[in-house]
């Protein structure tokens, strides 16, 4: 199986892109995240792959890091959700992101993909609770409070903090993230009004 390619980009597609390996092009599909990082015609690039093999086809899909690649196998473990399915996923969603929406079980932060419609956003976000990935994922300190968010045992103040930040336009991601910082520094009884000011101030660095 090929797990990595190195070569010279040679063309993109909407969703695929051509890489050159001594002269030999393979095709691989990727996410829209993926694709925009991945250098201009010509340059070398580095693609981390998963192959797929059917009956039919074969078929590469590319990551630009192993994070990506194992949100994409997670992903596919959900029932309902393909291979197609779970690009749209990464094409809007970094995988700090999912890390996130899935500790929240924040199914509408999944639904913004094409192609996940209510029930299975609430399926991807239950089956996939605990199995978020440690590569390049989020910090420890962050998961812990997501997770007490998302079960619904983090204290009143850090809650309410969270969420004001967000009704301030930051996302869940953004705010329990800065939070976490504030409360291994502060302590977890700190006043709401206190966890909020730090964690703008946080969010401002």
């Known amino acids: 199986m090929i797990g990595k390619l190195k070569g010279l980009v040679d063309s993109f597609g909407d969703d695929v892109v051509l890489i050159d390996c001594g002269g030999v092009c393979y095709e691989v599909f990727c996410s829209g995240r993926t694709l925009q990082a991945l250098p201009r015609v010509g340059e070398s690039a580095v693609v981390f792959v998963e192959t797929i093999v059917r009956e039919d086809f074969i078929k590469l899909y590319g990551f630009a890091n192993e994070a990506e690649k194992s949100w994409f196998l997670l992903l596919t473990s959900v029932q309902g959700v393909g291979a197609r399915v779970a690009l749209a996923i ?30 299975l956003a609430v399926r991807i976000v239950t089956e996939l609770k605990g199995k978020v990935p440690a590569i390049g994922a989020i910090d420890a300190g962050t998961l ?20 004001a930040l967000t009704n301030l336009g930051y996302s869940s991601a953004q705010a329990s993230s ?4 504030v409360v291994a520094k502060e302590g977890e009884d700190t006043p709401t009004e206190k966890l909020i000011r730090l964690g703008l101030r946080e969010l401002s660095q």
């Open 144 to 163: 812990g409070l997501q997770s007490a968010l998302g079960d619904g045992v983090a204290s009143s103040n850090v809650s309410d903090a969270v969420s």
């Open 90 to 119: 990464l094409s809007v969603l970094s995988p700090s992101e999912l890390s996130s929406a899935v500790a929240l079980q924040d199914k509408a932060m999944i639904g913004r993909a094409n192609g996940v419609g209510p029930k």
């Open 178 to 181: 800065a939070l976490a910082r």
